[in-house]
């Protein structure tokens, strides 16, 4: 796996530099999570105790030498985003109203009718808007 994280390009914006990353690096981050957890060292309950970013990050710098990715804020970022994409493909899949979602064991990948994906990602839209508007008056009435 070493060397694929010099495809990882790095974007500009106002808040400053931001990783992209690339689907060989999150395959690499999701294994070494799956070894932290499955050598019970940094467990604690049902999560990971709060070294384990730190061991992940050595973890990572074998397999991807030349990524450079630091506990903080890259590891805890990307983790922090897999698990809001996770909680977005399990809703589909398993959340109220879901029989028009189904899944393609080949793709690896959530499938739909067109017109049902059209309705998810209006709605989606709306309940973003909607969301930014309360957020909008609850400031303006503080």
Known sequence: MSGFSQSSVFSQNSLGTKRKWVPEEDVALVACMVNLYNVET????????ANYLNELERMLEKVLPHAMLKAKPNLESRIR?????????????????????????HRQMVVAKDAIWNLYITTDIVEEIDAEDIATANNIEE
């Open 42 to 49: 940094y467990n604690a309950d049902t999560r990971f105790n």
């Open 81 to 105: 985003t897999l698990k809001m994409d996770w909680a977005t493909v399990y809703d589909l899949l398993n959340g109220k109203d879901n029989s028009s979602f189904g899944w393609d064991e």
